[in-house]
């Protein structure tokens, strides 16, 4: 059984998760440190630790709603930017130094033009024109894109970044994907020891707090957690989504009977991956390279499609997966045509999937419960 | 083609863009002009249609943005959708275009835009004719990123030769660079897969070609700025085509353009508008003219209001610079540039904002608008979060905007009645009419 | 062993009760605010027309439909696919295609011969293609919902509402009405209409036969003569109120539970 330790620390994950401003945050502004926030996975947080500063990864987290938003985004705009950029605009991200946009998709590109326009006053703005297409051409111009943003931030902030401060930065987070990947292995178990929603928590604090701290802590939890299995049980899901930060939505799925075993999203596996090259000749062409052709790659990667649907079927070997919930936040092109695909895929392997449309703030429970159980029956058959 | 089908054909040409037999008994000769567009346009369908037939050298895009490459090259471009769209009106009638816009949502839901939608379900259903080569449409939207995968991964298409180009969300010398790059490695990709070189020479001869043409299109706008205007939307679509499509390069397509303007000088010149309509109000529609529908709500707005579209996206052709073809390398920056940044949407999709703003100003200035339309169409994401920008300034330069939502394919989304009530509306709150 | 089925819909609650697979009482009632109270209300009423004292003479009670998570009486709850195809499966052991057509949603449902559920669709939030889609047509109409199946099989030559949105279909079907036009065409325009929808859910996951229709729209014969049409099916009819269906299925997984629970004991 779970040990009171692990029960306070994953208490304690899920309230970093839970807020915007978490004591860890506050910790590190009043000693008078600088907080960057990232908009994306693209964008290499990696740059901004070394310069000595916090990525922040930017959530819509205690967001009620949107009024405030569509006057700017309109009504196509997908509701994760629109929540987040709804508690910018109440003041809840004031706490930001920067924000760095990825060009990710057309909605964050937009965000990034209204940014301003919109009347939030953070100091320090800018976005990284991430590419589209696998190619060392792409790669260069990514790694291009990296040093712009680089000499911004040492321009704006007054502070200069050696390359010895990037291999740190770069061990740093490699030692973050090392201890998250052992937080998987659990996931593993017949009768894991944590559910999803307590995994995405986990998975969560990492964008929002001192690396430093977060892997100690991280270190703590898996130290208490016995790798041989807890009592958790269920149907064995796996989750494809973009941006689901939220546990409260797993649990829901979980609380129907369902396990959320794995996943291939953007605050979850995604977050992992391979280790970035260390002590290479070049930490930027290392970090340009992990990002544009080594990291579990986005749906909006031209040329990505095949590794990632192999991804997919490998995790669900692994991981022992019985249904894959494909998670769609409604008006995102690139996620839909994706899980189309995907349902192809499994339609051949056997796999039962389940298409879930949501909005970041979730509502219409009633109809999603019933969705969600009908699967589950449809699989326990 | 049979008398049957030429028969059924005409109803629904005239279902979408009005009287053909009007058309061809006018003796004005702006009307005789379209009439040739027409013709021409018919031509080229057949051509290409041969081309698919005979297996030559065809190139599937789903954007539009390197017709001077191809052309040069000997390779037939064509769009996606535009056969299986073609055939299913031709055959069907509104009725067989709104039958494959429902089997479309079947696949993909609602939310997407409706154009890319239908060229996904034409790949899925396999009404999409085959190519030699499939060019990317990774620039211009999410949608149309999304789509160039399913095409490249379905199992028809996937051994396909696809090449796929991307241009960044900046618009500098190195982002030029960059798709020179790009376009570089496509001919060489061409080459290879068709078998056919790339002459320089030709090339050159191409883009001065392709230059002269959009100089007669900036001719042509400028005569669009009289008061009244002379030119409605639907000529302004074939003057587009004729230079930024299946035009280029073609000697006829510059005939086709100089008599254009000649034709339009003179009804400048006499101070004629649009036959029948007296112009009251001229209006921006800052996005693509809805073909399928346009005719039905600019027709009546026009007859009852005196209400004029005078520009859209489609055919606006903002100040850029000639492709120089003194030398190889300033041509292929001249090429990037006009691939991806000088018009439509890969120049405003991928642009900032301030694009759309500076387009506002110079369109509303330029061609003395009282009114934008903002269509707001259930698809245009990113122009979908410029909107408050758009209005601002707007307020700024003391033009009305509205912004409409609708669907540019389907009627059904928003119905072309209520559209037309809400302009109205808008004419009259603002006191315009 | 007596059970009940309770589906709490979104807009009416149907209780059956059985015992051994024997329908010995049935009830409905609109939904009110509280569900609990709604079933409270409707199962006594059941109760009573199946001559049992109390709630405490029931084995089982399984709940289903919209307020089977709120319900606390429910000895156990299952989805409203779930029930739907146990209680077609157990009327027509042919049935293949099930579509309910509820309230506030509507669903595909495709079983095998087992009556195991293959695959299901559902309409996404909008209210085109269910009940209350009929709601605000029957008010843009000012007639009863009973017309609209009662005058649907009249109409000769129906008209096209081409609106796919709610919102825009009642003002359509307003101007229909100023402008004269008959209201059987009207009516057999919008089974047409919510026909298209539901085939649309169809095409989602393949149509095979024998379809059954289940789900209080299921009594529009209108409906059923627009969808007959469009799908080149003709729905086979089902020996019990199609309203029923999702409550008498509950009931049945309620047996199903009971035996389980028996066998393992």
Redesign the interface.
Known sequence: MRTARAGELLKDFSEITGTLYNPHIGDWKKRGGKVVGIVCCPVPKELIQAAGMLPFRIRGTGSQGTELSE????????SFPRNFFNQAQKGKLDFLDGVVFS?N???Y???Y??WH?AGIRTPFLH?I?N???IAE??RQ?YE?EMVALLNRLQEHFGVTVTEAELEQAIRQSNETRRLQRRLYELRKAGHPSLTGAETLAVMVASTCMPPQTYNQKLESLLSELDPAGGSHQGIRLMIVSSSLDNPVFLTLIEDLGGLIVADYSCFGAKLIGPDIEENSSSPLQALSRHYLTEAISC??L??S??QRIQFIQETIREYKVEGVIGDWL?????W???H??LKQELKKDGIPFLMI?REYIPS?K??L???V??FL??IR? | MSEQDSASEKSVIEELFGSITALIESQDPYDRLMLEAYQMSLARTSRVKRALEEQKPTAAMGGNCIPEILVAMDIEPFQFLEFPFQDAILYGGMEGLRDMVDKSVEMFGPHMCSFVRLACYAVEARLAPFPTVVIGMSSICDSGSAAQQLVSNHPDWKNRPSYSIESPARRDEKSYEYIAFQLKELVAFLEKITGQKLDLDKLKEVCEISNEQLQLWWEYNELRRAIPCPSDWKFASMVNQMARYWGIGKPESTAWLKKAVAVLGEKVKAGKGLEGIKEKIRFFWFDFPPIIWGDRLFRSLAEEYGAVMVMDLYSDNPPHTMIDTSNEKAMWMGLAKRATYDFGMPRIALGSADLYRQDTIRVVKDFSMDAVIWPGHKGHKDAGALVNIVAEQCRELGVPLLNLGCDLLDDRVVPVGEMKKKIIDFFQITGLA | MIVAGCDLGSSTSKVVIMNNNDVKAMAITATAAKPEITLKNILNEALEKAQLKSIADLDYILGTGYGRLKAPLFHSNMSEIACHARGVYSLNRKARTIIDIGGQDCKVISINDKGKVMEFSMNDRCAAGTGRFFESMARALQCGLEDISALSNQGKSPVSISSQCSVFAESEVVTLVHEGLAWEDIIAGINNSVASRLVALVNRIGLAEELVLTGGCAKNEGLGLALQKLLGVSPRKLSQDPQFIGAIGAALLAEDKLRDRGGAS
């Open positions: 006057k700017f985004t309109g009504d196509l705009c997908c060009n998709c057309d909605h590109r937009r965000l033009d209204n326009a976005m024109s590419p589209k297409r051409q792409a111009w291009n749906p909006r031209y040329g499609h095949p409604t008006f995102c092109d690139t839909n045509i994706f189309y695909m449309e219409f009633g109809q419960k019933t969705r159980q009908a029956e449809m058959g």
